[in-house]
């Protein structure tokens, strides 16, 4: 589609949504930020776009011609939009939305529009946990082998910043979430990952059949001459590499394959064309924690469909450390060890977490409520959690399914700073403390960093005992 001269409404002033309009400016459009909050002023909107313009370097910009409409959408702006772009936080299923397709207006996300300006090659990454590390790790990987990368998405940079950047030799990594993928038209990646599916998001996606087929879009566009990397182990991605159009590759943390990697005690084997190669110790990596492991294999496919010589994305993958928020240590203060994996945002990413702790753990947990069930994660804390200290909305329905599993040792913290101080005073030496909340940040924090970074400040705020 040719964005010139096009009238195009953007619902939602976020980072992608600031980072669409920008991006439309310099296609020639016409974009239009629209937002229902009562917190955003139209100054503040205009400051954003301003900021985005000085940051991408584009001084000549007249980021004044983009229009702002806050809290009310006029019938007239809706009638005259040819294109709509919605930032993830808005779900592509409300009658707003429906409307504008009912008048057979196109409905893209950020990550559609983006690509339209797309030249080089793209390895996108989802699932429902691990795609940060993975897709991080892939980015220093891609950028020592290649003259031209970059990394966009779900990861915190909007594609649309780096777009009109790339060439026909560069190369993009993208972590794509489940709410980008369900506005994709024809965004084509040479190398997908899946890297598994669980429960998540249903609060959005309402069923675990419309969660699955959004993460599936992810190879919507693909054909025999790409690849698509998928977790072996995992019963859902397993499943869609039957129906899967680009040529599969499996990894598997509990299985020996013919074709593919895997884990072998705590050796990684890489299988391909009848042959089968020992690659590295899990010991050699400075990641904790099985679920790194399988982050790591999937990185190792995506590198070998993309041609990276083994000795150097091994040698990247030795010297890789955590992701921030992600099962990161942060300290060891008075013989207690902290770790902060404030992105462990739902169950199956908090049992990540609490299967990497090696010590007695004292575990903060509770936030916004997306509609998990609780039971698996409860079930991981035997023999590993000895105080759970619950916060946020979800405390009251996660202690009642913690109890019903025979975990009594539970408290309710009424602020962080509380549930942090109690894990704190209750925190003997050889313990660790660990935030893992298996929810969303919303209602106490606006994203899971600001909540990460929180911790990691009242951490530092102990004092060493003599």
Not at 210 to 219: C, L
Request: hydrophobic share 40%; charged share 30%.
């Amino acid at each position: 589609m040719k964005l010139a001269e096009k009238k195009v409404l953007i619902v939602g002033c976020g980072k992608s949504g600031i980072g669409a309009a920008v991006f439309l400016l310099q296609e020639g459009a016409h974009p239009v930020l629209f937002d229902e909050s009562e917190k955003l002023t139209e100054e503040k909107v205009r400051e954003q776009l301003s900021d985005k313009k000085r940051e991408l370097g584009l001084e000549g910009l007249d980021t004044g011609k983009a229009q702002v409409i806050l809290r009310k959408l006029p019938d007239a702006v809706k009638e005259e939009t040819q294109l709509l772009v919605l930032s993830p936080g808005v779900p592509a299923d409300t009658p707003f939305v429906e409307s504008f397709r009912e008048r057979g207006i196109p409905v893209w996300g950020e990550i559609e529009l983006a690509y339209q300006k797309e030249k080089g090659r793209v390895i996108a990454i989802t699932g429902t946990n691990g795609k940060t590390t993975t897709t991080t790790l892939l980015g220093e990987i891609m950028e020592k082998h290649f003259e031209t990368s970059f990394v966009m998405g779900n990861i915190g940079y909007p594609y649309a910043d780096i777009a009109e950047k790339t060439t026909e030799q560069s190369v993009t990594v993208g972590e794509i979430s489940s709410f980008q993928l369900e506005t994709i038209e024809s965004f084509h990646p040479k190398v997908s990952a899946i890297l598994n599916i669980t429960p998540d998001h249903l609060n959005r996606h309402h069923t675990m059949e419309n969660y699955i087929a959004a993460k599936n879009n992810i190879t919507k566009n693909q054909t025999k001459e790409d690849f698509c990397v998928l977790n072996h182990d995992n019963e859902e991605t397993r499943k869609l590499g039957g129906q899967c159009p680009a040529k599969v590759l499996y990894f598997s943390a509990s299985e020996e394959l013919a074709e593919g990697a895997f884990l072998k005690g705590e050796e990684i084997y890489l299988a391909a064309n009848g042959e089968t190669e020992r690659l590295m110790n899990i010991h050699e990596m400075k990641l904790v924690g099985l679920c790194n492991v399988e982050n790591v294999m999937a990185a190792i496919l995506v590198s070998e469909a993309m041609g990276i010589p083994r000795k150097e994305y091994l040698e990247t993958i030795r010297d890789f450390r955590a992701v921030e928020h992600r099962i990161e240590f942060v300290k060891e203060v008075n013989g207690v060890v902290y770790y902060n994996d404030s992105k462990g945002t739902n169950p199956d990413a908090a049992i990540q977490g609490i299967r990497a702790m090696s010590r007695p753990t004292i575990l903060i947990g509770g936030g916004y409520d997306k509609g998990s069930s609780y039971d698996a994660w409860i079930d991981a804390f035997e023999g590993k959690v000895k105080l759970f200290v619950l916060i946020g909305e979800t405390k009251e329905k996660i202690a009642e399914c913690a109890r019903k599993h025979g975990f009594e040792k539970i408290v309710f913290a009424e602020s962080f700073e509380e549930a942090f101080g109690i894990c704190a005073d209750h925190a003997k030496p050889g313990d660790a403390v660990l935030l893992s909340p298996a929810c969303a940040s919303w209602g106490m924090f606006p994203n899971y960093e600001e909540r990460g970074r929180l911790f990691k400040k009242l951490v530092d705020q102990i004092k060493e005992r003599a």
